[in-house]
């Protein structure tokens, strides 16, 4: 079964990694939007450098929660759940500047 892969914050970020990265620079937090699938499934990013903090919020075009992001009673044989997160898996490998990947999310 495909799942989400749990990532942290590197150490050392510059600023423009995340400029780089199409992150906003938000008051004190750098945010960003990405569509998983179409545009009906977006990647909410939302990180607090200062904190080490990443909020992860993948949510249905109309603000509701995409449930089986989160929850694996809601996955079955779920193919636009399979789509969404090999997208997120792929985004977030791709931004190796600023996040790492890690085996237990208790870390």
């Known amino acids: 079964m495909v799942e989400p892969k749990n990532y942290r914050i590197k150490s050392f970020v510059r600023e423009r990694d995340f400029l780089a990265n199409n992150f906003k620079n938000?008051?004190?937090?750098?945010?960003?939007?990405?569509p998983l699938y179409k545009e009906e499934i977006i990647l909410h990013l939302s990180v607090d450098k200062e904190d080490n903090f990443v909020s992860i919020n993948v949510n249905y075009a109309n603000g509701t929660v995409f449930a089986p992001f989160y929850n694996p009673d809601d996955r079955g044989n779920n193919n636009l759940y399979k789509k969404v997160v090999k997208?997120?898996?792929?985004?977030?490998?791709?931004m190796k500047d600023i996040f790492e990947e890690i085996e237990d999310e208790n870390y």
């Open 87 to 94: 997208a997120y898996n792929k985004l977030m490998s791709n």
């Open 26 to 34: 938000s008051y004190g937090y750098y945010l960003l939007n990405k």
